[in-house]
């Protein structure tokens, strides 16, 4: 065969060799597309206050994390602003109880007798802080928000950057008790004046589904027997119907039966912290219904919760 006839004929091979390798065999192999993972809806938690009931915060939070149920962002009203912002510090349900029990009364509470007989405060912001290890509110693990009332208008004060500890000292100060919380020149009182549980705060922090943790009491025709029972009660009573509202815009309503322990029942941390449990154990049906609800309505399945 002839240089030239060789050529002829090679020229037509190596072509059809390089066609063979190149996109046409991709075509003959598609790869399989990658399945999307679509994200589950941003679940919020809504912790309501209740003093010494807010203990039974701590139950719901253990039940919810034994089934798999994990809140994106937590919103706080006094009591609950003061788990709230330990929970989203990044403390798991185990690491809040034993908290709660080593807590000293005594460590977070400083009366000051030239200003009445009432709590300044300052010994539960800096204890805050030293548990959350100095960080602001926009430095936490999850997105928190922290409900006061502003004295001078009574517009409800949503606090999500910034003093953590100032902003839970700011929600829990119940007026009559503790000082108001002075903050860039305005002044701060507790969060159940204008929002007892604080479900439109966080709706605020982008929860598709929202759950209220109600532990506030219901006048009962009894008469409290101290100062701190006595203003507790007058602002539930002034709250109720505004609670009633707000609750009426979360998607599952928890109610521990805490009705029985008083606003400074801190011996009673036990039975709270087991009514919490009970109480979301039986809300678990509501809560995945509502989940796997909003899923299917932002055209996504739903994620089954994991056990």
Request: some cysteine; proline content about 7%.
């Amino acid at each position: 065969m002839t240089p030239r006839r060789v050529r002829s004929w090679l020229v037509p091979f190596f072509t059809l060799l390089v066609a063979g390798c190149g996109g046409h065999a991709a075509d003959t192999h598609p790869q399989a597309a990658l399945p999307v993972l679509a994200p589950k809806p941003r679940l919020g938690l809504a912790l309501g206050g209740g003093a010494a009931k807010g203990f039974a915060h701590i139950g719901v939070i253990k039940m919810l994390e034994a089934s798999g149920i994990h809140p994106d962002v937590v919103s706080g009203t006094s009591a609950g602003s003061v788990v709230g912002v330990l929970y989203a510090s990044g403390m798991d349900a185990f690491r809040l109880q034993e908290q709660a029990f080593a807590l000293d009364e005594g460590s977070i509470r400083d009366v000051r007798f030239f200003s009445g007989g009432l709590v300044q405060g300052q010994k539960l912001q800096d204890y805050v802080n030293q548990l959350i290890g100095q960080r602001p509110i926009e430095k936490l693990s999850k997105p928190f928000a922290a409900v006061a009332t502003e004295l001078e208008n009574g517009e409800r004060a949503v606090f999500i950057r910034g003093n953590a500890g100032q902003a839970v000292r700011a929600s829990s100060s119940i007026p009559g008790v503790f000082e108001p919380v002075e903050i860039n020149g305005r002044h701060f009182v507790d969060g159940g004046v204008v929002s007892p549980v604080p479900v439109d705060a966080a709706r605020q922090l982008g929860a598709d589904v929202v759950i209220a943790v109600d532990i506030s009491a219901r006048p009962d025709g009894s008469n409290p027997a101290n100062m701190v029972g006595i203003v507790g009660q007058s602002i539930t009573i002034m709250g109720r119907r505004l609670a009633e509202q707000e609750l009426g815009r979360a998607d599952v309503v928890i109610r521990p039966k805490v009705g029985q322990i008083g606003p400074t029942d801190f011996d009673q941390k036990n039975v709270a912290i087991l009514e919490g449990e009970r109480a979301a154990l039986a809300a678990l049906p509501a809560i995945r219904a509502k989940i796997a609800e909003k899923a299917a309505a932002m055209g996504k399945p739903p994620v089954p919760a994991t056990h």
